[in-house]
């Protein structure tokens, strides 16, 4: 059974830092498409970082801000938060693809809110 948890979200003032992770089991995160997405209240979900761990691409409102990284090791990825702004404040979601497979596989997400 594929599960992907997701810890490390919170309240933080504008212009902090978070750092989220997102532990897998069931699949192993070195041969899978792993991203992170995000929604925020009354808006869609959006990609925030997508192919994690290889050549990893941001969605522009967050380039040269937050950094996507893969432990191999520990079967988890990262997302790295700095500079928060107010719009930043979404549910994080961890999303999965083992390489090859049509299964796609998302965490419960953590919240996020960017507030003084």
């Given at each position: 059974q594929v599960q992907l948890v997701e810890s490390g979200g919170?309240?933080?003032?504008?212009?902090?830092?978070?750092?989220?992770?997102?532990?897998a089991s069931g699949l192993s995160v070195s041969i899978s498409a792993m991203r992170w997405y995000r929604q925020a209240p009354g808006k869609e979900r959006?990609?925030?970082?997508?192919?994690?761990?290889?050549?990893?691409?941001?969605?522009?409102?967050?380039?040269?801000r937050f950094?996507?990284?893969?432990?191999?090791?520990?079967?988890?990825?990262y997302l790295q938060m700095n500079s928060l702004?107010?719009?930043?404040?979404?549910?994080?979601?961890?999303?999965?693809?083992p390489l090859g497979a049509l299964s796609r596989y998302w965490g419960q997400g953590t919240q996020v809110t960017v507030s003084s």
């Open positions: 919170g309240l933080v003032q504008p212009g902090g830092s978070l750092r989220l992770s997102c532990a959006e990609l925030v970082a997508g192919s994690v761990g290889v050549s990893t691409t941001y969605a522009d409102s967050v380039k040269g950094t996507a990284s893969r432990d191999n090791a520990k079967n988890t990825v702004k107010p719009e930043d404040t979404a549910v994080y979601y961890c999303y999965a693809q």
